[in-house]
């Protein structure tokens, strides 16, 4: 009840805040996009592009609504690092070189493990064919037809989109990304199955605690089992020194000692048990012959 209370009081009172995360491999063009999105909002956009090393932010204020796009490094050794965030997104862009035809498996990959992912079943996303402008880039109709890689898209509000961040149109293609990014915000009805409130900060720091308590378990199973092999060491050492042997039928540890004291009683019982036997035998051959 109170979740909807305050869905309500973000939706119609609070200006929302929304969270758009850009994934993509290196070189795909995704901080491309983000300087983009950057001059069309009159912000500072660098003169040189450098490879993102964690995260580029871009803040944007618009039809109502305060979005931050997140724009993560796309390099193997940061891949790991996007699953940390897919409980807060409320949209993704993935970005894909279609230049580049050797990476398409590689990006197939990455974009299938996203979407299995149970957190972003109802996340939208929006698929951008980048780098457009170059004579041998793919068409976004027909890099769909070639890959076939989507086959989760059912579950989601899906889309293509062919960009560019240079030369002729570059705008209108970022432009248009836009567009279809804030019609996915007004027309929100996914947003009550994820019931996001919460600001960056709460969200960072819960991230933080999440990683601690992560390092923790692990620091945690790694002195378990440091002090499991000492107390196996130490049993053997404890055994080789004392002669102790283990009694398969009774499940118990005898000593060396203990071992051959049993040894020798129950040869005695054996020797006492034959002498019986040989007694009552005599007895009995008497007792027929005085018969």
């Known amino acids: 009840m109170f979740s909807l209370i305050r869905y309500q009081y973000r939706k119609f009172i609070q200006k929302p805040e929304r969270n758009v995360y850009i994934f993509g491999l290196q070189s795909s063009g995704k901080t491309s996009i983000l300087n983009e999105i950057r001059g069309l909002y009159g912000m ?22 305060e979005v931050k796009l997140y724009d993560l490094g796309g390099q193997p050794k940061f891949r790991e690092t996007w699953f940390l965030y897919l ?16 990476k398409f498996e590689e990006s197939t990959v990455m974009f299938k493990k996203l979407m299995q992912h149970p957190s972003l079943v109802h996340t939208p996303v929006i698929v951008c064919v980048n780098k457009q402008d170059k004579s041998n880039c793919i068409l976004e109709s027909e890099f769909s037809k070639a890959l076939k890689f989507f086959p989760y898209i059912h579950e989601r509000t899906f889309a293509y989109l062919g960009t560019t961040a240079g030369g002729e149109g570059k705008h209108k293609g970022t432009e248009y990304l836009l567009a279809w990014i804030f019609d996915k915000f007004k027309n929100d009805e996914w947003l009550p199955k994820r019931l996001v409130f919460k600001s960056s900060g709460v969200l960072e720091k819960q991230l933080e605690e999440s990683k601690k308590k992560k390092n923790e378990m692990k620091k945690k ?51 006492g048990n034959l002498l019986n036997y040989s007694s009552q035998n005599w007895d009995e051959s008497n007792s027929e012959l005085d018969i």
């Open 221 to 271: 199973t790694k002195n378990n089992f440091e002090d499991e092999s000492t107390n196996k060491e130490r049993i053997h050492q404890y055994l080789k020194q004392n002669s102790i042997f283990r009694d398969v039928e009774n499940d118990s540890f005898q000593s060396s000692e203990d071992w051959s004291q049993d040894e020798n009683s129950d040869s005695d019982d054996n020797d």
């Open 87 to 102: 409980d807060i997104i409320d949209l993704i862009i993935y970005v894909v070189d279609g230049s580049d035809y050797d």
């Open 44 to 65: 500072h956009v660098p003169d040189t592009v450098v490879p993102t090393i964690g995260q580029n932010f871009c803040g944007i204020k618009d039809r109502g609504y």
